[in-house]
Structures are given as C-alpha cells and as structure tokens.
C-alpha cells in the first residue's frame, strides 16, 4: 500500500508509540482512582505528558493544558462551553473543518449568536482587512476561531496577525491545531492564542482518541461535561480550574503516555527535519501534478504557506469514484470527497463536483509513494 493519507492519520506510528500503549495499558492504572503503586506511576508519568504537550506549543504552565478526546472534543469544549449570550457574535475563517464550524452552528441555533466567516481566495486565504473591519463594525464579537492550517487545501492561516488583532480588539483566539501541531512551529504567547486544540493521532505521531486543550489563564471557559475527577470528591460543584475541571471521568492514560512517546520522537526528529523532508515531497508531488492532463489543483502552490496536503479533481472523474480507483487498482490510500469541510470546497468551487481527491505526506512517505501516485492518474488520464 502507498499510504497518502497522513492528513487524516498519520501512519504507521513510530514503534515506541506503539509500545508504549500496550504497556501502559497493561502496568498502569489512571491517577487519582486508587492507591496502587501502578496509580502513582501513572500520574508522575502523566505529568510528563503534560509538560511535553506544552512544550510543543510553548505553553509555560504545564497546568493549563487539558487531555481530551481529540482535537474535536477539545474545540467543542473550547465552543460550546465559552460563555456567549443571544445576539453576542463569534468570526471563523472560510474554510473551517465541522469540528470547528457544527459547533459554531450550533451556538447560532441554539442561543442565538451570530457568525461572521471572514473572505478566502485562493492568494489569501484570510483577508486580514476584512477581518479587522468586521472587528471594528461588531462590538458584540467575543470569540474568533480560526484553523491553523486548511485540512482540504494545506492553505496556512496568518494566525500571528490574527491573534494580534485579536488582542488588539480584546476578543479571545481559538485555534484549531488539527494540521499542525507537528508540522509548523507554534508559541501560545508570540502567536496571542487563548485556547488552542491539538489532535494526537495526526502529525504528533499517537493514537486515536486523545488530544488537548490549552486555556490561558483568565479566560472564562465554563466546564464542558460534568463528573468526577477523583480528586476534590467530596464537592457536589465541579469549578472550571484547568486540567481537573476539563478531564472528568476516567482518562485514557494509555493513549496520553502514547502520544507522548509520540511528541518524544518528533522532538528527538526535530521539527526542520520533518517539514523539510515533506515539502521535499510536497514539491515533488506537486510538481508531477501540473504536468497530468485534465487536472486541476485547488488553492496556492507556494509551498512557504502550505502544509503536505494537496487537492485536485481530474476533469471527468467524480473525486469519489477516483479515490476508489487509485486504491483498488493501484494501491494508493488517499481520502476523496469533502473531508469534514464543506466550506472549504464551496471556498474553492469543488462542492458540486464532490469535493476533491486529496493526497497528504507524512514522514514516513516515500518518493515511490508519491510516484506511485503520479504514475496511476498518468495512466488514468492517457
Ligand atoms: C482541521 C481539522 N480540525 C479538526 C479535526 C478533528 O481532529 P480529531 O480527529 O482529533 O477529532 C481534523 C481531523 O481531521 C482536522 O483536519
């Protein structure tokens, strides 16, 4: 199989991720729940988990990073459970994944609260001015939540200006992490993010159902789901203070220790060496694209401002029927269709075609990978 899928999920983990999951499965018990010696080695190693999410977003209190289920559970909690009232306001980006843009949906339905999606193009993919005249005209803003890079397109969001105008403005900045964490290097406080949402099975290299939430301290996040926490027992109120409040019920410590071994060997790899070893390959893949007949690629090729994710559709071929193609003829797994983003797809006009085909590099894609990939739509397309 030539995997081409790592936007998805990255595959296959480093072997240490995998080791790590089954011992920790096996040797160790959630912290908080008993006495156990198995108890404390989880939470001292748990702790470790949490500086080293820090780390990589240059978070300076471990303390405020929360485990979750994933970065939808984290950008739920981060919207749902942000205190907004009727006619209050919140600003997204155009090209939003639904785990961003159901829950901002949702608030609208539910309480009345607007939203604003703020202008793509394909050379702009967040127009800044526009963004900061929507700040000025609405006073009732309260939330911005933008991603940090497009799923459908590996467009990359200035989310450096957009969290200085953020602050500028006094509005809080939430940001969707999803396709970066481990791809581009990102500072909470260089960047003004209040809250950012981190997946762990994608570019950090750990397993399903698990990611993180950072809230900067001050921010007035309510708790999102109720329950015990283990400690602190006796109370009948859960308080909103971070990681207790944000991590009811019985965590996933396997997969939190997992994802750690995870953030380890990209550490240990080192970012610059990841990134440039895929926009080598993004380069390359992009490259044999623009060469293939009937073709086309949605969003900008500069590969300055784009992650290892790139989209086409060949003229003639329903982006589904393709993806299905170049997996049963030639091995090639890849995602076609509207991948979670429909606002992406009606950004760029392929929301009446099904979406597109989409190819993602992870570190472990291989130039045959990318080949492989050239070589069948060149033959599909002869
Ligand atoms: C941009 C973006 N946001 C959010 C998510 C959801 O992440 P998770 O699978 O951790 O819930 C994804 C996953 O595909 C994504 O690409």
Same mark, same amino acid.
């Given at each position: 199989?030539?995997?081409?899928?790592?936007?998805?999920?990255?595959?296959? %983990?480093?072997?240490?991720?995998?080791?790590?999951?089954?011992?920790?499965?096996?040797?160790?018990?959630?912290? %908080?729940?008993?006495?156990?010696?198995?108890?404390?080695?989880?939470?001292?190693?748990?702790?470790?988990?949490?500086?080293?999410?820090?780390?990589?977003?240059?978070?300076?209190?471990?303390?405020?990073? =929360?485990?979750?289920?994933?970065?939808?559970? +984290?950008?739920?909690?981060?919207?749902? +459970?942000?205190?907004?009232?009727?006619g209050d306001a919140i600003v997204m980006s155009a090209i939003e994944h639904h785990a961003v843009s159901?829950?901002?949906? !949702?608030?609208?339905?539910?309480?009345?609260?607007?939203?604003?999606?703020?202008?793509?193009?394909?050379?702009?993919?967040?127009?800044?001015?526009?963004?900061?005249?929507?700040?000025?005209?609405?006073?009732?803003?309260?939330?911005?939540?933008?991603?940090?890079?497009?799923?459908?397109?590996?467009?990359?969001?200035?989310?450096?200006?957009?969290? +200085?105008? =953020?602050? %500028?403005?006094?509005?809080?900045?939430?940001?969707?992490?999803?396709?970066?964490? *481990?791809?581009?290097?990102?500072?909470?406080?260089?960047?003004?993010?209040?809250?950012?949402?981190?997946?762990g099975h994608k570019s950090l290299y750990g397993p399903p159902g698990v990611g993180a939430l950072f809230?900067?301290? *001050?921010?007035?996040?309510?708790?999102?789901?109720?329950?015990?926490t283990g400690g602190d027992s006796g109370r009948h109120e859960l308080p909103p203070t971070t990681p207790?409040?944000?991590?009811? *019920?019985?965590?996933?410590?396997?997969?939190?220790?997992?994802?750690?071994?995870?953030?380890?060997?990209? %550490?240990?790899?080192?970012?610059?060496?990841?990134?440039?070893?895929?926009?080598?390959?993004?380069?390359?893949?992009?490259?044999?694209?623009?060469?293939?007949?009937?073709?086309? $690629?949605?969003?900008?090729?500069?590969?300055?401002?784009?992650?290892?994710?790139?989209?086409?559709?060949?003229?003639?071929?329903?982006? !589904?029927?393709?993806?299905?193609?170049?997996?049963?003829?030639?091995? $090639?797994?890849?995602?076609?269709?509207?991948? =979670?983003?429909?606002?992406?797809?009606?950004?760029?006009?392929?929301?009446?075609?099904?979406?597109?085909?989409?190819?993602?590099?992870?570190?472990?894609?291989?130039?045959?990978?990318?080949?492989?990939?050239?070589?069948?739509?060149?033959? $599909?397309?002869?």
């Open positions: 199989m030539h995997y081409l899928d790592n936007a998805a999920t990255s595959w296959p %983990k480093p072997e240490a991720v995998y080791t790590k999951m089954d011992s920790a499965f096996r040797h160790l018990f959630s912290p %908080k729940r008993g006495t156990a010696k198995a108890a404390r080695l989880g939470a001292s190693q748990l702790d470790e988990a949490r500086g080293l999410v820090a780390s990589i977003l240059k978070v300076k209190n471990p303390q405020r990073i =929360c485990f979750m289920g994933g970065a939808t559970h +984290a950008l739920n909690a981060a919207i749902l +459970a942000f205190p907004l009232a009727e159901r829950p901002i949906r !949702k608030v609208s339905r539910d309480k009345g609260v607007r939203f604003h999606v703020v202008p793509y193009t394909d050379t702009n993919p967040f127009d800044l001015s526009a963004f900061e005249a929507l700040l000025k005209s609405d006073p009732k803003i309260r939330l911005v939540a933008t991603t940090h890079a497009s799923n459908v397109l590996g467009s990359v969001l200035p989310i450096g200006e957009i969290g +200085a105008l =953020c602050k %500028k403005y006094g509005k809080t900045y939430l940001v969707d992490a999803a396709q970066t964490a *481990g791809v581009l290097p990102i500072d909470v406080d260089a960047f003004n993010i209040d809250m950012i949402a981190i997946p809230i900067r301290e *001050g921010v007035p996040l309510q708790t999102f789901m109720e329950g015990g207790d409040g944000f991590e009811v *019920g019985t965590i996933p410590l396997p997969q939190i220790l997992a994802l750690a071994e995870g953030i380890r060997w990209v %550490k240990s790899t080192g970012l610059d060496a990841i990134h440039d070893a895929e926009m080598r390959l993004l380069a390359r893949l992009l490259d044999g694209l623009k060469s293939i007949q009937k073709l086309t $690629i949605y969003g900008h090729t500069n590969l300055q401002l784009k992650t290892p994710v790139v989209s086409f559709n060949v003229a003639g071929h329903a982006p !589904k029927a393709l993806g299905e193609q170049l997996f049963d003829e030639f091995g $090639i797994a890849l995602r076609a269709g509207f991948h =979670c983003a429909p606002m992406a797809h009606e950004a760029v006009g392929s929301a009446p075609l099904g979406g597109t085909v989409r190819a993602s590099i992870g570190f472990t894609t291989k130039d045959e990978d990318v080949d492989a990939l050239l070589a069948a739509l060149t033959k $599909i397309t002869r």
